[in-house]
């Protein structure tokens, strides 16, 4: 029994330790993107990805946990933002959370490029995703200029998604996978719609 006892408190102290490490690793990072995003007069987050500044999935899982329960802005009747706004909201606060300075651009794909992380914030009842012009589990190389060194594929691409359902619309949920896994977990089907 002290021996199962003493196994679980090293786990334990074994996890404790790689979520410091994660935390102190993803901090430093940040701080380098923050410091060369004020630095440059290039929007950082619009560039393309950096090896020495490019997260981990772990390391955007603990920078954006505290999206959890934030709510969906309104306007000034009390609606909340909808559409391009709300997504470009959202995005811009992810983006803060990952170090970035100044908002990336609205319409680019992935949505914070120099992290190859498409950003999605669904707001509705019924939970529909329009992955855009790429099927998140495409083997299709990127075509794009700041792709044309790297040659990653839409299904390497990460995804963010938060779920902020009504009548609240605060964040209960999120979802951050690779487009490869998001085929895995949501049986996603390669030859159907991009809108889910």
Known sequence: MLDSALHYSYK???????????LTNANAKKKLIYQTDLEDG?????????????????EIAVLVKDLMGVETPTV????????CTKDYWFKFEAAKRLGYHFS?????????RHQALEV?????EFVTLDFGLYHPGSEEIINETWNRKLQLKVNQ????????PPPQFKVTTLILLT?????????????ATIKY
């Open 12 to 22: 334990g102290f074994i996890m404790e330790n790689r979520g410091k490490q994660l």
């Open 42 to 58: 290039l929007v950082l987050a619009n560039q393309r990805p950096e090896e020495e500044l490019f997260y981990t999935l772990e």
């Open 76 to 83: 000034s009747n009390g609606r909340i933002l909808e559409g």
């Open 104 to 112: 990336p651009l609205a319409e680019i794909f992935p949505g914070i």
């Open 120 to 124: 999605k914030h669904c707001s509705g």
């Open 157 to 164: 691409i990460r995804y963010l998604i938060a779920l902020a």
């Open 179 to 191: 487009g490869a896994q998001i085929i895995n977990v949501f049986g996603v089907s390669p030859k």
